[in-house]
């Protein structure tokens, strides 16, 4: 690893296909970032994360496989980015070991994401696991197993951040300053892209309130056409409120300033319907899955064992780097491997 570089991390879930509010919010930054030749970047698919829910173990491989597939349609280049599984390096585990060993208990069940995944839990009647509650120091280990400096992730995800960022900063006091950097998050405004059918942002868990990756122009559209808009515009001939639109804020998120000042007004008047914004926003997004699209199908034709030789190769990449990482984290704390 060259010293001189910005280390950048990131990952996501293996939990279904990735879609727009993906792109958006994260993926595209993703790219961009990787050009970058004074940044080191780490996109991984975390797949350890995901057992904190039950999950279908071939689908999981399935939705991971997918995921990479995505990543590299959007633009990643696994020779310029370490893509890989988390599940390839046993040294974040290790790791997590020794963080959880620092961390008290009462900061990881005050934690918001646990909080609110506990009551979701209890609601339907289910038991938090001890995975969901040592999440966030698992997520430390990600970020401080490569020695990351720059970590983009999306608001909900801010104080796991700020955890490691204490993590590293309690280890180095302990056992000798500069083991860990500490990590910074990504400085910007993180975007929040809104589910079609119901509040909130978009997710995977339905499908018709996403728009995949891979969706067709026809089913981007068909999508839209059921989109919910503003539910007091019961008629054409209504004027409409796009504060409370999801398809307006598709507009700030998409649109020219000229043609969201257009939707806005049309909207506010009557003078357009809400038909007419959704051809809009559809137009929109399929030019930018076009070419995604295009690129997937070619990564297709090579077939599902290249994608898995990328996983590989970045798995054996990473590792070796986090390896070392950790190695010298064990000594410093009286544990080496004998």
Request: proline share 5%; charged share 25%; net charge negative.
């Amino acid at each position: 690893m060259d010293n001189s570089k910005t280390v950048v991390l990131s990952g996501i879930r293996a939990t279904g296909q990735l879609h727009l509010g993906n792109y958006l919010g994260a993926i595209q930054h993703f790219v961009t970032l990787a050009q970058d030749p004074s940044n080191d970047c780490f996109y991984f698919i975390a797949n350890l994360h995901t057992l904190t829910t039950r999950q279908d173990p071939q689908q999981m491989q399935i939705d991971l496989r997918n995921i990479v597939l995505d990543f590299m349609a959007c633009g990643l280049d696994p020779e310029k980015s370490t893509i890989y599984a988390q599940s390839s390096v046993p040294e974040l585990s290790e790791l997590s070991w020794l963080l959880a060993c620092l961390t008290p208990v009462s900061g990881l069940m005050n934690m918001h994401h646990f909080k609110e995944k506990k009551d979701r839990l209890s609601e339907e009647g289910l038991k938090a696991n001890a995975g969901l509650l040592t999440y966030p120091v698992l997520m430390a280990a990600d970020i401080l197993g490569p020695h990351a400096n720059l970590v983009p992730v999306g608001e909900d995800q801010h104080a796991h951040v700020e955890m490691a960022r204490e993590l590293a900063k309690r280890f180095n006091h302990h056992f000798g300053d500069g083991i860990f950097p500490i990590p910074n998050l990504l400085e910007g405004e993180g975007i929040r892209v809104p589910g079609l059918t119901a509040d909130g942002k978009m997710g995977k868990s339905e499908a018709d309130s996403a728009i995949m990756l891979n969706d067709s122009p026809d089913e981007v559209e068909r999508k839209l056409r059921s989109a919910v808009t503003d539910p007091q515009r019961m008629k054409r001939s209504d004027p409409g409120d796009p504060e409370v639109c999801n398809i307006f804020t598709f507009h700030h998120l998409l649109s020219e300033p000229e043609q969201i000042e257009w939707a806005r007004k049309g909207c506010t008047t009557a003078d357009i319907g809400c038909v007419d914004c959704k051809v809009v926003v559809a137009d929109h997004i399929n030019k930018i899955l076009t070419p995604i699209r295009a690129r997937r199908e070619e990564l297709l034709v090579r077939g599902m064992d290249f994608i898995d030789e990328i996983i590989h190769e970045g798995g054996l990449k990473a590792r070796k780097i986090i390896a070392a990482n950790v190695k010298e984290a064990k000594e410093k704390m009286g544990v080496p491997s004998y």
